[in-house]
């Protein structure tokens, strides 16, 4: 993270130590494709949030994981 911004490969390891490698970059490029954000290889902390955000939505493990998620990428924004 630098200059207020996350690269999107970051973001999904910030979920793939719960649920794996292939679930969390799958979860994360998912919900930054709906959010028009699938070609972007970094994001606002903003953006980066929102991705968090719609992964929550996500029911189990992955949905819990990415709660945690965000709670450390706001921690980590300062």
Known sequence: ???GSIDIDR??????????D??????????A???????RPSLSIDEALGVLEKVAETPGIVG????????RLHLAAG
């Open 11 to 20: 973001l999904w390891k910030l979920l793939s130590h719960s649920v794996g």
């Open 1 to 3: 993270m630098t200059d």
């Open 64 to 71: 819990v994981t990415a709660r945690f998620a965000k709670s």
């Open 33 to 39: 494709n709906s959010l028009g954000f699938a070609r």
């Open 22 to 31: 292939e679930k969390a970059e799958l979860a994360v490029r998912s919900a």
